[in-house]
C-alpha cells in the first residue's frame, strides 16, 4: 500500500512552488535544487498537472509555473487525482464470494472514504498554513 | 495506492476462519475453497498469521486452524501488518531514515503522508473481528 514516486515528488514540488510564488512564477530549476529532485522528473511531473490544469506554464528566460487557481481552491484530491489517478487501497478483484463483497462494503469502501474525507477536506492553502505553523513553532522551540 | 493481495484474502480468511470455524476445526484446503484461492497461496497466507500470533494450529485427524486472540481484539489494522510489515502509504512515516532525500529532515510534503496514514490506521484499527463476524451473520446467515 504505497504512494508512488510521481505522488510522493509531485506533492513536494507543488507544494515548493505554492510555497515560492509570492514573486511571480516559480522554475522548475528552483524547485529542483531546492527539493533535490531531477530536473527531467519535474518536467514530466508538471507537464502532468499543467493538463490537468492545476498549474499553468510561463514561456521565456524568466518563464516557469503558476498556480492555476488560488490555493484555497486547490484540494489534495485535485492533486493526487493527477499524480496517482484512483487513490482507492484495493482493485476490485470481481465479487466472487459474498465474504469478498461483504468486505469490499464494511472495510475497504470505509479505509477508502476515510482516505478522501483528509483529501477532499484539505487545500493546498492548509498544508502552507500548517507548515508555515510548525516552522513558527520550531523556531520558538530555539528560543 | 492498492493493498496487496495476500493482505485481503488475509482478511477474507480471518473472516471466513471467526464465521464458519466455530463447529469444527477449518483445514487449508476448506478456507481456500471457502476464499476461491488456491491452497498453496493460502498456506503461505497463514503462516504469516500464525507467525504474527493471530492463529494458530491444532494437530490431528481433526485437526485446523484455531483464532488465537479473542474477536474483539483482532482487528483489521493487526491483519494488514501481519501481512505488510506496516500499514504506511510511504516509509518516512514509519521511519525518516528510510528517505534517502538530502532535505528530509526540512520535508514539507511528509505530513500530508502522515494526516493520511492516521486516516488509514485509525479506521483498520477499529474494525475488530467481531463486528465483521455479527455484521456478515445477519447478512447472509451462514451462508459463504
Not at chain 2, 466455530?22 to 476464499?35: P, T, V
Request: charged share 25%; with cysteine; proline share 1%.
Amino acid at each position: 500500500m504505497k504512494i508512488s514516486t510521481k505522488g510522493r515528488y509531485g506533492l513536494r514540488a507543488l507544494i515548493d512552488l505554492a510555497m515560492n510564488s509570492g514573486e511571480g512564477c516559480v522554475s522548475l530549476s528552483g524547485i529542483s535544487q531546492r527539493q533535490d529532485l531531477s530536473l527531467n522528473y519535474l518536467e514530466s511531473i508538471f507537464a502532468s498537472l499543467k493538463r490537468a490544469g492545476i498549474v499553468i506554464g510561463i514561456a521565456g528566460a524568466q518563464g516557469g509555473y503558476v498556480l492555476a487557481k488560488p490555493a484555497e481552491e486547490i484540494t489534495l484530491r485535485d492533486i493526487m487525482t493527477v499524480l496517482e489517478g484512483d487513490m482507492s487501497v484495493y482493485d476490485n478483484l470481481g465479487e466472487r464470494t459474498s465474504i469478498r463483497s461483504f468486505l469490499n462494503r464494511n472495510v475497504w469502501d470505509v479505509i477508502d472514504s476515510s482516505v478522501d474525507a483528509v483529501l477532499t477536506g484539505t487545500t493546498l492553502e492548509d498544508v502552507l498554513k500548517d507548515i508555515e505553523a510548525r516552522h513558527l513553532s520550531a523556531d520558538c522551540s530555539e528560543l | 495506492m492498492k493493498l496487496s493481495t495476500k493482505s485481503r484474502y488475509a482478511l477474507e480468511g480471518m473472516l471466513y476462519l471467526a464465521v464458519f470455524g466455530n463447529e469444527k476445526l477449518l483445514s487449508i484446503k476448506e478456507l481456500s475453497s471457502g476464499i476461491q484461492v488456491s491452497a498453496a497461496y493460502m498456506e503461505q497466507i497463514f503462516f504469516s498469521l500464525k507467525k504474527a500470533g493471530l492463529v494458530s494450529t491444532i494437530r490431528g485427524a481433526k485437526g485446523g486452524f484455531v483464532l488465537n486472540q479473542p474477536e474483539d481484539e483482532i482487528t483489521v489494522g493487526k491483519i494488514i501488518r501481519a501481512m505488510e510489515g506496516n500499514m504506511v502509504p510511504v516509509e518516512c512515516v514509519s521511519s525518516l531514515s528510510a528517505c534517502k532525500s538530502k532535505v528530509r529532515s526540512s520535508c514539507i510534503s511528509r505530513n500530508v503522508w502522515v494526516r493520511i496514514s492516521a486516516a488509514i490506521s485509525d479506521t483498520a484499527d477499529s474494525l475488530t473481528l467481531r463486528e465483521l463476524k455479527e455484521k456478515y451473520i445477519a447478512e447472509n446467515g451462514g451462508r459463504s
